[in-house]
């Protein structure tokens, strides 16, 4: 974890101006408005909203979210969860398949330390070894610690993203008889989240996708339930389908995190009415340090945002021209004028991009500048540290 | 910058098998074997070679590299300068535009702190404003301290690169010009550095492009030397074109630097004879985690290596089968078999994946893990840091 260098820290309560480029910065007001929109979302249908921290990697903002009603919070990864842990986030679900036993020897760690606290730790599995292993680790844990703990563990299906996930049906009534063979493991409900669908164009596809996710769970339900098992919870659902799922009567948890953010990918779904408007709220400041031969060249490449979901978009204020940026390598973006306008910006001159990927764009950077009062003539309220930046294993 | 966990350095002395996924490894047999050529070409060719620190960011590397007869290293920003003085290198050419004059200030103290240690800095310029902002910092540099220092600048023609630099010709004749009005600046020669024939795949292109590159230097050489200046040096090259730069004539420094560790995307790249051959020395130690579908999943995603420039290739060792990776999202990869095989890893299963660029998955690490003896029977020799990981500014 990164110590704040001194030039950041003098920058809470300095004009937006003063941030030096390129830097990560969250317009703080709209990323309010979208947690309340999201708050109110849920409310309205009845679902608990457990948003996925893999977003902004940050304890502050988990703390902040379930200070808006978040039951708490999803991560993928083990060391994500020992971080949100560490930051005091007592409600933790490792929404992925762990499988290293030394990884596993963590989780349970982590278990016990949360269930000390009164809080909570949660898996997803998708294999017999893995749940076996699972339960070697927490039995370990035990033995050491001497004190028995429940880890809940949710089989993930695959309901259409085609990667993990065992078929829904007979596969998961075989994980679920395996995970009741183990007392230190309880299991908690199906994982069911439909990546693809995130970012279907058409919202016609969107609802063509979640409706045949929520048929492999009803099936998968009924299979479990045939066993005298309850399925508790079914979680899932992400920023571009959420109000599919939501309307379902069958998800009982979302765990959409990029409505906090919003980047440029999924602003380019057309909307479906059900959806909440959710706001751009992340922006990369960079600025101008080179102009010839008919293009503008910023400092801000792919180690300052991700481009794996397409290049970013350049925010355009009411009265600016607007411009298409174009890939420049690791630390630059070429800027070009767009639709018809011949306008380039000059040299020096401050732009505002909105990532096409908010979630790999966060991870690039050490910190988040929080702006209130606008992008403009904003003032810089808080500085958040993306807590859990690099944590990959 | 972040401090070594002591999982990590616990690893020093233990087996490869140790590392827990996904983890950047270095083979340092084989980035050894790269350094030791990379002195033996420039030494043929009697070039100087300052490699770009921008692939590696770690001033221990950084070090290595001028023991093995480098002069200094290249980077892109004023914060990786910083990082690499504090390290402990004091040649450093920043080879790239700074415009803010925030930055300027902490480019003309790093100037005299390096001076002060007998070192040297130097830096690019495409613009009057430009040369006009640093040799402004400069004289605000000396007033502050008492101390005069001059620093290096190069004027960068854009010789077929298309993003930064003047047109090559008239217009680095007025830079020139304007540098010499500054005492503070010192004109060190031309920055002529051709990015994208570093990446066209067939010899016979990039001969082309480095052709007329190196026209194009001769030309604005040609008009600077009759204004009775001297063009002391040219520096450019990547590790695409080295040898037709080392070969031209013209240029008396060499900018590459990802002979260091190889990526996927220069070995697509038809090999020139003349090109020394440099091998895969940076790898994402990755490993199987679901198997479903007839595919297998692993815990490497691009959050663990970039691919800006294609996904992976997935280190293929004698005996066994091959494996195409397919984007599996920010924390997956999904992995088909390839070629005749039809067998797939099984879960826990160890992979190696060589990245697409290595530069910008660098960025993506805290640590590189620093292996001897071999990826499959080695042990762990050396933890680098990533000193300068996220270094934007």
Known sequence: MSTMPSRLAELIGKPVNDIDTPALVIDMDAMKRNLARMAEFAKKHNVRWRPHAKLHKSASLAKMQVRAGAVGVCVQKTSEAEIMAAGGVTDIYISNEVIAPAKLARVAALAQKLAAQGGHLAIAVDSTEGVIRLAQ???????????????????????????????????????????????????????????????????????????????????????????????????????????LEAASGVYGELQAGSFMFMDADYAKNERDPAQPQFEHALFVKTQVVSTHGGHAVCDAGHKSHAIDSGLPLVHAFDTESELEFFNGGDEHGILRPAGDSKRLPGLGRMLWLIPGHCDPTVNLHDFMIGVTGGLRNGTVQRIFRVDARGALT
């Open 137 to 243: 680790a927490m039995t370990e844990a035990r033995s050491a610690t001497g004190v028995a703990t429940v880890i809940d563990v949710f089989v993930e299906i695959d309901v259409g993203q085609g990667r993990c996930g065992v078929e829904p049906g007979a596969a998961a009534v075989t994980l679920v008889l395996e995970i009741r063979k183990h007392p230190a493991l309880r299991f908690a409900g199906l994982q069911a989240y439909h990546g693809k669908a995130q970012h279907m164009r058409s919202a016609h596809e969107r609802r063509d996708a979640i409706a045949k996710a929520v048929e492999a769970v009803v099936l998968t339900r009924k299979l479990v339930e045939a066993q005298g098992i309850t399925v508790d919870l079914v979680t899932g659902a992400g920023t571009g389908s959420l109000m």
